[in-house]
Structure formats: C-alpha cells, structure tokens
C-alpha cells in the first residue's frame, strides 16, 4: 500500500495549505468474489473498490467525508469541500485530536494467500458439491440459497502527526440455507462457515443446515409459556450478547447515556462464573488486526472479570475525554469514527455441554430473528428463536421457534454457567455453551 | 453523463458476443449529521462513484464492479464480468422483455433540494430537534439528519437508456429519560422524496418530531413488559407496515418463488387471507413513502397488487426472475449501490385501507393490546415472522388501559393473515434514511405502512408465566 503514500500526502497537504489544524486519510482497497446460487441458478460476482476517508479538524470543528475511487483530483476536491463544511459547523468540546503514531502490539497478520488467489471455479464446484449432497439426504429438502464468498482487504491510516499504518487481511464464508417442506409444513436450515484462512471443507456446513431442516419438519408446537433454565448454543448466545450487551461496552454510549452500564465501573455486574475480555490481537480471530480504524494498536482489554465491570471500550475521543489510554477499538461507519468489538471472550466454564442440558428445560439453537430489536439502553430483549429442542427425560425433541424473553443483567447476575469448550462465531464473540436462568419461553 | 462510457462497454460487448449486458453507473450522496447532547458528533458526506456491469452469456450472470471510471478499467471490469459468467457454464438465466425506458427520471416540485441547501440550514434542523427534547427534560438526544441524492445511469443491449434522480431527506431523532431508576426511550423519523421545506409544516416540524420521541419515552417509564400468550392485537399504521413488510413482502419477492422456496410459490390465485387483507407494493403513492420512478435495472416502476380481499395475486419481480416465471417485470430489482447486483426488493410496501375508523377497532375489542413504533421484524422461508413494537397498550373492554414496552409479535404468515378482521380507513406510510431493510448483505431504502389493523390471534412474546 506505499504506492498510494504520494497521494495521501498530497491529500493530507492540501488541507493543511487549507488552513486545518489536523487531517486525517483513511484508504481501503477491497477485492471480494463470491458466487451464489438461487436454488440451482448461479451467479458470479467480482468487486474491486477503493474508498478513502477524510477527516479535518479546525480548532473544535471537526468534519468527515467518504468517496469511493482514488483520482487525485477529484480527492482534492472532496478535501476542499470539507474543509468548507468544517468552517461552518459547530465545536465539540470535548475534541482533542487525531492519534499519536506508536507500535503494534502483537504481529499476527490474517493474510492467507490461499484465499487472496481464490477464483470462481473453486467456489462453484464447492456449491455445486454440497447442494447436492445436502439434496440427496431427503427429497422433501430444497435449496433456498447458497453462496460463497472471499474478501481480500489492505488499508492505510495516516494523519498529520505522522501517524501511517498499513494493514491487510483476507476473509472467507461458505452458507447454505435449505428449505423443507412436506405435507403442508414447513421448515428452514442454515450452516455456515466464516474464516480468515482457506478452507476447503464445507460438510460441516451441509451436516447444520440438513438437520436444522429436518429437525424443523418433526417439531412440535411448545403451547405455553414457561420461566425455565435454558441452555443457548454459541451462535444464539453470541447473537443476543452482540445486540443487547455489547453496544453498551462502547465508551461512546457509556458518555452519551446510552449505556446502564455508565457509573459502574468496579461494581459487581454479573456473577462471578462471568467474565469477558476483548482481544483485537487473537490469533485466527475474525476481527483481529494490527490497527484499528484510527491507527491505534489492538490489544487486549479486560472488561468484565469475575463478574466486575474493569473498564469500556474506548477510540481516541473518548479515550481523551475520560483522560485513559485508547483501548484501539475505533472503527468506522460512513464518515464517522465510532467504535466496536474486535474478539470478545467470554470464559470458559467447568462443564460439558451435556452437563449443562441436563440442567435446563430447553436448548436454544439455530440463530434468532429480530435480534436488531432487542432494546440495549434497559438491556430487555424478547426474541424468536429459530431452532429450539425441549429437553425432557435425557432427550432433545426439536420445538417450532419460541420467542424467549428476560433482561440480560438480572440474567448474567444469575450465576450462568459456560461448557469447556468455545467456538467462534461470525458476531466477533468467541463463547462456550451457556446456561442462562429465568428466562421466559413461549411458544 | 456517462453515455460515452456506456457507449464503448455495449459496443465491446457485442464484439465479444454477450447476449446481454446491463451497465449502471451510479454516482450518489449520502450526507449525514448527528447531533448527540449539543455536540456535532458526525458531520460529513459519502460520495459512492463507480460502475457495476452485469452481463448475460449462456443462460449464466457474471456482475462485476469497479469505483475507478478510467476508460481501460471499466472495460476491464467488462471482461472481468464476462470471465466469470463463463465459468459458470450454460445456465437457465434470461432477462424478461421490457418496454424501453428512455430519459431522465427526477422527484418533481422540490424547492430546497439537499444539494443546494446550506449546511447550516441541515444543522439547524437538528439542533432544533435536540434543544426541543432537552427543554422536555430528556437526559440523553440524538438528532439526525440524512439525505441521498445523485444520479444513477442504467444503460442495456435492449435499448434501455435512463438517468434516475433518486432523493430521499429526513430527520430523525432517539431520546432517553430517567425517572426513579427507570429508563425510558423514544424515537421517531420523519422522511420522504422531498426538499427541505418539507420540514416547515404540520408533522414534519423538528419540534414536532421531538415532542412524538418525547412523549413515547415518557410513556415508556410508565410501561412494563408485556402479557405472553396468544393475544387480540391492534396494529398502528407504522406497525402495520412492518407487518407489510415482514410477514408478507419478503415472502413474495420474486428470487424465492422462481426457487420455490417461498411458502407463498404457486398460490396464485389462492385465498390466503381474510377479506380485509389488502396487500401493494408500488414505486410512488401520494400518501407518502419513498419515490422510486425507475429500479436499478431501468424499468420503470409498476404498482404490484400481491393480496386483493385476501387473494395472492402478483409477486414482486427484477427482469431475472419475471423471465423465469414467464411475465413482466414490476420494477423491483433494487441494489444497494452500484457494488451490488440487483436482487429483488421491496419498495413501499403497505396494507390497504379497510372501512372502520381506529376508534370503532379499538372500541369492539374486549381485551387485547395495542401496538405502535416498530423496532424491526424479520421473515424466515418456513413462514415464520417477527416484528417488534417499541411501545404499546393493554386494551380492556374497548379501552386504552397500562401501556407496556418491547413487545414482540410473532407468527406464521400462512396462518396469521387469515386473523385479520378489521382494517381503518385511514393509510400511513413511511420511510427513513437511517437503517432501511437488509437482505443477503444489501441494504435498501423502503417505505411502508397501513391503515390501522387487527389480527384475533398473534403470539406476544412477553415475559413471565
């Protein structure tokens, strides 16, 4: 990516000539490649995109844009334009500008070359491979959708306190989603596989989405509503940790008062089986990079220890306005910095998962609906499962979804337990089993 | 434009022998400012400038893209999209015929474009909005503006040539109260295909938008969290659009019923509702919403009746999949920009009017809830829906009684339908700039809406026994 360090310190000059105090460019080149099937239909897809961010600060007035295309002149103009736009807004306070340089923290790099030089042909038969085996398992089994994707991914952060780092990183997923249907009933399955590294065996994809379908055509209806201990799988508990738990992490909800989470730090918010650590610099991890958004080294930042809140996830900003170090967790959304996870961990608890089942009532597995509207500021969520089982005398019998119901801090206060093992899932959360209490489920 | 561009891509095209190719430049806006606590704290615009080019050979699609508009990489990406049909081998993939659209494409009497607007005149919006909820002793505001605007050119081997004008503009904000421990939250967005004077009136006034977030957040410390069980359920317009959108739309776009994946393929003709079930999806209507004149595949946009007095009649079709099902497009191949591929999508979706009056529904219902402010719903192929209401209220012998907070309504499609008895004359319908509907990694500004509703039976996913 030094090819591209001309253009960026012309860039960077350019609002400097312009009269900024600071500058910042963010650039990011993509290449990503993916084939779909729609049913038996297949369609190929190539992307090659670059997209640059500026941001400028003049004294308290800060401004950011976004465009898409590296040529040159039509980046001068964009950086005129929003120095322009800076001139005319309104100070934040609390600005106290762009990052210093500094060292990475660890050296892992999730570049696999296997991916990088991936082409459609692999990703064709590869579909073609498991839409037939997962058809041939049981007629009443079609193929909704399928696709498999890779992204390959370089970005540069630069800014006017000599801040230039350089990043790269490749990313794969494989999914298959299969409908069933027989005798006027219905049912889905979804496997799936994400990772940073080439992989070349998807039956682990085709095993989930089989057996979810076909699990779903037996189900039956649980006809009532119960206050139960269940058992969530990795991918549902990540799900529902990621949309009522983690935004409320962030130091931008926590200042904004957004968060309950605001004012607690040292205070005992979960039970002691809980713990939770973000860590931007775990080796295979799907959101693991030398450099956040900003520039910032990842690290690894203990937020939850026994059950005590230690600390927030911070950017520079915030960092600066709450006067502790960044955490390296700046990301961007359109123009704006804000901040998320990179790999959160939960800790890994004593039990086997069978041990955990044989204490609760219901096992949540699938992936839920409607996540998005659970309600992070009280942290109530009321949620469709997909694929529960009831869990009734030793054995798992496959429910229709249930919706589940219950807030998740009198939940994590109520001594859950986690199994042995974790596994990663595509929400950035790395988590084991989970045993949850007092949980509504109606169905 | 681009027609030169274009010009040199179809006559490439045709030198290399592609039966069909689709080029659609795109270059478009989206400004953004949030407002957060009397501080800007995003402030800025996205320029989304590039070509996405989908070409046709042997029955397989190839879609390439590229955000560099040099001559020699744009008819790269040509080739790059015809290397990868290719590998596809011979497929079942056509494009269904239609009729030429040719011209530009623009929203009509807009005064205060976002273009030509100052900023400052964007900022003050949102301030207005904020110091509004803050004099209402609101302990956290977020206001925001958005708008999108630019042009999108689509140019095909059959002849179509058009420049969409696309245009989208609102305010939107999120409130916080506390109150003896107690957390309440509000929201509301007002947005549509306008200019800026539209937030000089009625409705749309900062101040009034504030004061609809304020008053829900209130409400909301008083709320408490929903009975579960099966319930009577009164649907808010908003509410019902989302109903609209998840428990019937998704279903009925057409990539699910050429799969036949869709528990709605091959029931036309079929009663699948109750007689007050009316079902469209349509590019313009008068009564609000999004305009979309033309999709992303040139075609101009038709009004699909799906449900008519509770019979399925039409799908939701892009020129792919009304080619496989034999019939026309209607105008719904949408992508999010010009990196995607344009799938079929929703535009504004929404019940249609019944003929009581809000009042008489709630007055005939014993006892049931009330719902209003949707957070969001989702569809899964088996039938199976969600949508979620931010606020509601307990209905007790034909009265408004205890509101309650977060309630999640689910169901299946092909069993829900057939509970609606009652539909209100009045039809709502709304869009937004933030957020809007995702489907398979694309992300689409859509409108929806209704009159108010009542379905006899819809599982509430409340908490306790």
């Not at chain 1, 990795?234 to 529902?240: G, K």
């Amino acid at each position: 990516m030094s090819e591209y360090r001309y253009l960026v310190d012309k860039l960077l000059k350019r609002a400097l000539e312009l009269g900024v105090d600071e500058a910042e460019i963010a650039l990011n080149r993509s290449i990503s490649r993916d084939v779909k099937a729609e049913g038996r239909s297949f369609k190929a897809t190539s992307k090659a995109d670059e997209t640059i961010w500026v941001r400028v600060a003049i004294g308290k007035k800060v401004v950011g844009a976004t465009a898409t295309g590296l040529v040159e002149d039509k980046l001068l103009s964009l950086v005129e334009k929003t120095v322009d736009i800076a001139r005319v807004s309104s100070e934040d306070p609390y600005w106290s500008g762009f990052p210093e340089p500094n060292e990475p923290r660890h050296r892992w790099v999730g570049f696999d070359e296997g991916i990088a030089t991936l082409d459609t042909p692999f990703f064709l038969e590869n579909i073609r491979l498991a839409i037939d085996e997962a058809e041939s398992r049981d007629s009443r089994l079609k193929t909704a959708r399928a696709s498999a994707s890779l992204t390959v991914s370089w970005n540069v952060v630069a800014n006017t306190r000599g801040v230039w780092t350089e990043d790269r990183g490749t990313y794969m997923n494989f999914m298959l989603y299969l409908k069933a249907k027989d005798m006027g009933r219905e049912s889905t399955g979804f496997g799936y596989i994400v990772s940073r590294s080439l992989v070349t065996d998807f039956k682990e994809v085709v095993e989930d989405s089989v057996k979810y379908a076909l699990d779903g055509l037996r189900a039956s209806k649980f006809g009532r509503s119960i206050i139960a201990p269940v058992v969530m799988s990795p991918e549902v508990a990540a799900e529902l940790l990621f949309n009522v738990l983690v935004p409320s992490l962030f130091a931008s909800r926590v200042q904004e008062g957004l968060s309950p989470l605001a004012g607690k730090v040292g205070k005992q918010i979960a039970s002691e089986s809980f713990s939770l650590v973000d860590d931007g610099t775990l080796p295979g991890g799907l959101r693991t990079s030398l450099y956040d958004s900003e520039g910032v080294p990842r690290r690894r930042t203990v937020l939850v220890e026994k059950g005590v809140l230690k600390g927030f996830l911070y950017n520079t900003y915030t960092a600066r306005r709450d006067k502790v170090e960044s955490t390296g967790n700046a990301s961007r959304r359109a123009t704006m910095v804000d901040i998320s996870h990179t790999n959160l961990v939960l800790a890994r608890g004593k039990s086997t998962q069978e041990e955990l089942l044989s204490e609760a009532k219901v096992f949540l597995d699938g992936y839920l609906m409607s996540a998005h509207t659970v309600n992070p500021i009280t942290g109530d969520f009321s949620v469709v499962v997909t694929n529960p089982y009831l869990i009734e005398n030793g054995e798992v019998k496959p429910l229709q979804p249930v919706t589940i119901a219950g807030n998740i801090y009198e939940i994590l206060r109520n001594n859950p337990l986690a199994s042995r093992l974790s596994e990663q899932t595509p929400y950035g959360i790395v988590t084991p089993y989970l045993l949850l209490r007092d949980i509504t489920v109606t169905g | 434009m681009y027609e030169d561009l274009a010009d040199r891509i179809l006559r490439k095209a045709s030198s290399l022998g592609i039966d069909f190719v689709e080029a659609r430049f795109e270059d478009t806006v989206y400004e953004t400012l949030l407002y957060v606590n009397g501080r800007v704290m995003d402030a800025g615009i996205n320029r989304i400038n590039g070509v996405g080019i989908k070409v046709l050979v042997n029955g397989s699609m190839g879609f390439a893209s590229t955000s560099r508009l040099e001559a020699n990489n744009v008819l790269n990406t040509l080739e790059e999209a015809l290397r990868i049909a290719k590998t596809l081998g011979e497929g079942g993939r056509r494009v269904s015929e239609v009729t030429l659209s040719k011209g530009e494409y623009s929203i009509r009497g807009v005064q205060k474009h976002p273009a030509s607007a100052e900023w400052n005149e964007k900022l003050d919006l949102v301030k207005r909005m904020h110091d509004y909820a803050r004099e209402k002793g609101m302990q956290s505001v977020v206001a925001r503006y958005g708008a999108y605007y630019g042009i999108i050119e689509v140019y095909t081997s059959d002849g179509i040539k058009v420049a969409n004008k696309p245009l989208l503009t609102g305010l939107g904000v999120n409130v916080v109260s506390r109150e003896d421990g107690k957390i309440g939250d509000g929201s509301h967005t007002m947005a549509g295909s306008v200019g800026l004077e539209a937030f000089s009136r009625d409705n749309w006034l900062p101040e009034t938008i504030a004061e609809k977030a304020v008053s829900m957040s209130r409400e909301k410390i008083r709320a408490r969290p929903p009975p579960a069980g099966e319930l009577v359920v009164v649907i808010k317009p908003r509410m019902a659009g989302v109903f609209a959108h998840e428990s019937f739309g998704h279903l009925s776009e057409g990539d699910n019923i050429a799969t036949g994946t869709s528990p709605l393929a091959g029931r036309l003709g079929e009663k699948i509702a109750s007689e007050a079930v009316t079902i469209v999806d349509t590019g313009v209507d008068e009564r609000g919403g999004v305009k979309l004149l033309v999709d992303d595949e040139g075609v101009q946009t038709r009004k699909a009746v799906l449900v008519e007095k509770g019979v399925l009649k039409g799908y939701l079709l892009n020129r792919e999949t009304a080619a496989a099902l034999g019939t026309e497009s209607t105008g719904n191949g949408r992508a999010q920009s010009f990196r995607h591929d344009p799938i079929v999508r929703m535009r504004n979706t929404f019940f249609e009017a019944g003929d009581w009056s809000e009042e008489e529904i709630i007055s005939d219902t014993k006892r049931g809830v009330l719902v209003d402010q949707p957070r969001g719903g989702q569809v899964d192929l088996d039938g199976t829906f969600t949508f979620t209401a931010s606020i509601g209220y307990v209905i007790e012998n034909g009265e408004l009684k205890e509101p309650i907070r977060d309630v999640v309504l689910a169901g299946n499609i092909l069993e829900m339908l057939k509970y609606v008895d009652a539909a209100s004359r009045n039809v709502e319908i709304f869009t937004s700039p933030f957020g809007g509907c995702g489907k398979w990694g694309q992300r689409a500004f859509v409108g929806l809406g209704g009159p108010t509703l009542r379905a006899t039976k819809l599982l509430v996913g409340g908490r306790g026994e």
